[in-house]
Every structure is written in structure tokens, then in C-alpha cells.
């Protein structure tokens, strides 16, 4: 994935260095090192979504920190892999082997909504740490109150929102349509990431009273999206809302040219939207009236209006996201503290869940989901 896997090396770079090998080096024997268990779909349709690079920037991210000498010069960090194969009751056996068999001291990762819905419920339950680096579905935390898990990304719900607000800002200008006579069709993959989108769609719309002249989900799996572009031909949006992941966005994009679809604007969120250099690759010009909501790439950012530091943070790591895949790569706004923050924090924690836990609901700065603050943003599209 090239247009956003610093993004996800950005989030793996959190967990190291500001929360998790933090929280659990303190007391840890300098020969021993500090191993951390990530979920990655490696195979399956997940894997060319976007699961696949997060491997990657993890890596990038475990060597920066070992290539200083590990967390404070000390604690080397094991990266320890799972691969849920884009399955969900996979993902759970591996949580449970990386936690219980492998004993890692954190969890983290997960690219899929549908995986870390189910994953946050057992991984609190059993009192692990579980830091999500990717999946943005608002149902990890809604009405939860989890007590161990976090999250340094966008809310599900806030995609759906800014989606609308655009087109509400741009659409008569753009368009030449007001706000109140724009159609819009509202199409999502059915898992727990397309609805929360999706829902979030519908609400922003009937806000700016927007019509919704069709909402369909459908299953990420089917081999066949035609049916429901024929639907899409007779409701007639003047754009289209989809949230999918990427072999059903690829899909959805070859069956609609094939059958004649004609739409003023579609906007993506997240996932195989934002490869937009593989989008062109396959359909052209076709994508010029394309749109994805997604984090601000870091690097893109102008480096004075960061914190010190995160400017070439995120040059080196896009640098070596490049040299291992040839690819260009982007991040977004939710780089960590800097390593020199990370020597400067030696505390006294055991090595538990629970300290874990503390450090990261105090940390200043880091941007985060958890049980003091389950609305809390870690920052907006």
C-alpha cells in the first residue's frame, strides 16, 4: 500500500516507543527482551487492503528502536507475528496463542474492524494490554468502558461525518447542486467497519438534508457486485458513499465501468481507497472523480507545525518503507512522542497490564482511546 503505510509504521511506532515498551522496561533484566505480539492478515483479501504494509512499517519500526540498542539503550524488542488470514475466529486463535503460548507482554495491530471488535471484548476480559493500531470501527469502544485497550486512530463514525461535510461545503460550487438536492447512495461493506461508516453517512446526511436515494451493504467476499450496481443505475446518485475494503472496492470500480454507471463524485473511506496509485494503475482516468477521507499524511504536513523531531521521524521512515518496497509512502498526524522522551522515562512500573495501562491514560500528548476517555479523538481527516 503506498499512498498510506507510514501511517501504520507511525502507529507501531507509538506503541514502542510511547506506551508499550515504556511502560514494561523499568524492571525488565537487560538480557531479557521485550516481545510484543502483532495481528497482521497476511493472507486473505485483508492482506492487499492494507495488512500487509502495517507488517512492514512494524518491522521498520522494531529496527529503529534495536538499532539504538532497544528501548533506552537497554531492552531489545521482539516482534512476535500472527496472521489471522482475514478470518475472524483465526484472528481470535491467534490472540490467544501470541498471549498464552508465546507470552508476549502486549498485543497489538489488527487491520480489520471485524477482527478487533471481537478481540477487544476477550483481550480486556483477561486483563492483556491491546493497543489497535488500524482499524477505526466505533464499536471497539462505544458503551464498552474497556479498561485495557487503545487506540491511536480516527473513530469510524468521524469518516462518515467528514464525508458528508465536505460534499455540504463543495457540492453547488463544485457540483452545481445545493446541499438540499444532492442524491446521495450509500454503499458499505456489512462488517462492523462498513456500517459504522455507513450509519454515520446516513445521520451527516439527513443533517445537511441530503437525499438518500439508496443504502446497500453487501458482503466483502462476493464474487459478484453487479446486482447491486444495476441498483445504483436506477436510484441515480449524483454520488456515491463507499466503504470497502480492496478487492470488493477493485470489484466494484471494473463492474461499474463495465455496466455503464455514470456518478458525479464517489468518495472512499479508508482502506483500498487509499491506494490511489494502484487505482490509477488499474482504471486511469477513471478515478479523477475519486475521493478518500483519511488521515493527513505526516511527511505532507509542513515539519514547523510539528512537534520537534517529527518531521524527519517521518522522513526516515518513509525512506525506509521505500528502499524495502520501492514504493512511495505517506503518513498521518498520529506520530508519537520522540525518542528522546522515551530515555527520559524510566519509572518504577511493574511489568503488567495494569501499568501498562496507567502510563498510557498519562502519557501528555499521546493520542489515545481507552477507559478514561472512550470518545477521545487521536486526531481528524
Known sequence: MKASSVKFLSRIWAVLSALAVVGIAAQAPAAEKIRIGFLYDLTGPFAAAGARPAKI???IAVE???AKGGVAGKYPVEAVFGDPQSIADVAINEAERLLNSEKVDILAGVYSSAHAVPLASRVDAQKRFFWITVAISSAVFKDQNRTYVFRPQVHGDQFGE???RFLSEVSEKRLGIPPAQLKLAILYEDGPYGTNVAAANEAAAKTHGMQIVLREGYSATLPDLSSLVIKLKRARPDVILHTGYNPDITLFLRQAKELGLRFKALIGHGAGYAQLDKL???FGPDIDYVFNVDP???QLLDPKTLAPGLGELSQRMVERY???TGAQAAGDPTLPAL????????RDLQREAEAVRELALARPGLPSQGPADTQRQAGTP
Request: no cysteine; glycine share 8%.
Open 57 to 59: 512499517g512494524t518491522e
Open 64 to 66: 529503529m528502536v534495536n
Open 162 to 164: 467528514l464525508s458528508v
Open 280 to 282: 490509477l494503475e488499474t
Open 296 to 298: 493527513v499524511p505526516a
Open 322 to 324: 521505500r528502499a524495502i
Open 339 to 346: 525518542e528522546e522522551e522515551l530515555r527520559g522515562l524510566q
